[in-house]
């Protein structure tokens, strides 16, 4: 027996929260979970639920020329956005209540409203307080927008999912996975898109080979891009009524020319940060640092009983992970289970157009640990899908290797179905598998994965 109200108080419902709370109900514990906007988190409301259903929805243009070639005529279509964007609303709506009913199936209690800290073991949500023996904080990012002129013009990934108008012209700002993915939902659905990027190439931190077959596939379907600007030269404009677009983006290249853009919406995709602000940290002395809470391995803040997991620790904020970590931490804390997750070869997609998929390391990465003993397998070819139906669009697999026993420490493909493919493949890297593991698996054939057992 405690004298608290809760074994466990959860702050937010988002992928963590939700898992970490059914599963330390599931032990017996006593828990209660608040969430001060909709059940489901950023992955369910507004990150990788709608935005894969909009990558979906764009695919369908490309059917009439690709059906084409396989001697079907199938007249060119026109998008009715209102209908997609209340669609999707409609599922997201669903998913929303049906973790309200996992949660209530589960024991958790739920209480609807922001939480902050009164005292180490006090949280407050509006008017009421409650006493928790442990909290976990679970609370996510939001997106950060840099300090530009006329930022307030562009808009965040989650309004992307409501916008009252369809944009003739749409532009977005940052090369990373956000950004990268809604230009090519916004081509796909036929808006004419600029990407608008520091780096030469979109996704900093990928493979080499990556970001550069994802950017000329980007290219192939008519992606404008600016590369190498001089972010700090970054300025939107509002437009008069009378200009054919909303907004204008002012910039200098990295010739220091400057450059514009017009569009519809801007889309400012520059990265996200923990939503801390509102929790009151200090009140139960949780120690920040580099704006996310800091954490051990198994999650535990600088306070012994306050554990957090997920985006606010801005370890590798992916779903899956947020998931792993609040499972981790209600069996270790409650099922007398101790473990606690690696955060090294996580498996992740990019789901751009072309998709990218990678678990490991990256070459460059490779060869900084281990020099000339890093070995590559690489391979590019055209899909059979497109040898009727036309286009440039090409598939690049490719395998790192290290040392004689050529061990699999990186795994990357560019193209058609590359989430799916090397979600399975990632197993090679994480059991510690070796080219000759690859070499002695039979092909599947006719397939794209095949190219990852037979290269030589
Ligand atoms: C556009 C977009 C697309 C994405 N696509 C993918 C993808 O394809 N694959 C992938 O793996 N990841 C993707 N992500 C990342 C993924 O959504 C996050 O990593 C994941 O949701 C993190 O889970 P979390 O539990 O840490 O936080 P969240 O899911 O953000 O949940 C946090 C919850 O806490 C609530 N909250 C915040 N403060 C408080 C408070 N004080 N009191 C009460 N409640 C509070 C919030 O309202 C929210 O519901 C995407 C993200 C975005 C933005
Ligand atoms: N498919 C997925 O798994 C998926 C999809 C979306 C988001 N996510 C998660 O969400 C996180 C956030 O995504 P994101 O794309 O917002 O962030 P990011 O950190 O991946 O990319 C931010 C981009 O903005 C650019 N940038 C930052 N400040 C800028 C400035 N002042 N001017 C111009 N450019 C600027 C950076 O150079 C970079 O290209 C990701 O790291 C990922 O963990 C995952």
């Given amino acids: 027996m405690t004298d608290f109200d809760y074994d466990l108080f959860v702050i937010g419902a988002g992928s963590g929260g939700l898992a970490a709370s059914k599963r330390a109900a599931s032990y017996g514990a006593k828990v209660a979970i608040a969430e001060g906007d909709l059940v489901g988190g950023t992955c369910v409301i507004r990150g990788c639920v709608p935005k894969k259903l909009m990558v979906y929805a764009s695919h369908f243009s490309h059917f009439p020329h690709e059906s084409a070639g396989y001697g079907w005529t199938i007249p060119e279509g026109t ?76 808009i965040t990934s989650k309004e992307m999912f409501l916008l009252p108008q369809f944009p003739k012209r749409f532009a977005v700002i940052g090369g990373g996975y956000i950004g990268t993915e809604f230009a090519g939902i916004m081509r796909g659905l036929g808006s004419e898109v600029t990407q608008i990027i520091r780096d030469h190439y979109v996704l900093k931190g990928f493979d080499n080979d990556v970001r550069i077959n994802v950017q000329e596939g980007m290219v192939n379907h008519d992606i404008n891009f600016h590369t190498c600007i001089d972010s700090n030269s970054l300025k939107i404009i509002k437009n008069s009524q009378e200009h054919e677009n909303a907004l204008t983006i002012a910039f200098n290249d990295a010739e220091g020319k400057a450059q514009q853009v017009n569009a519809d919406v801007v889309l400012a995709a520059t990265g996200r940060k923990p939503n801390l602000a509102p929790l009151s940290l200090e009140q139960a002395g949780i120690a920040v640092v580099n704006d996310a809470i800091a954490v051990t391995e198994d999650s535990c803040t600088n306070q012994p009983h306050i554990y957090a997991i997920g985006d606010c620790t801005n370890r590798v904020n992916l779903t899956p992970v947020a998931i792993a970590e609040g499972r981790a931490f209600a069996d270790t804390v409650y099922g007398h289970k101790p473990h606690f997750i690696s955060h090294k070869n996580i498996p992740s997609a990019v789901f751009s157009q072309p998709e990218a998929a990678t678990v490991g390391l990256s070459e460059e990465t490779a060869r900084e640990l281990y020099g000339n003993r890093v070995k590559v397998y690489k391979t590019k070819f055209r899909p059979m899908f497109y040898s009727l139906a036309g286009g440039e669009a090409k598939t690049m697999m490719k395998l790192i290797v290290v040392g004689e026993e050529e061990r699999v420490v990186g795994l990357h493909m560019v193209g058609k179905d590359a989430a799916e493919i090397i979600q399975g493949m990632s197993l090679v890297v994480t059991m510690g598998g070796c080219k000759k593991d690859l070499d002695n698996t039979m092909a599947m054939h006719p397939t794209a994965a095949e190219e990852f057992v037979t290269m030589q």
Wanted: proline letters at 1%; charged letters at 25%.
């Fill in 79 to 154: 998008l009715d956005w209102e209908k997609l964007r209340d669609a999707i609303q409609t599922e997201v709506s669903r998913l929303n209540k049906l973790h309200i009913s996992f949660l209530s199936k589960n024991n958790v209690e739920l209480i609807s409203g922001f939480a902050k800290f009164v005292d180490a073991h006090t949280v407050a949500v509006g008017d009421r307080q409650f006493t928790a023996e442990r909290i976990l904080i679970s609370v996510g990012g939001e997106a950060f927008k840099p300090d530009l002129a006329g930022i307030e013009y562009a």
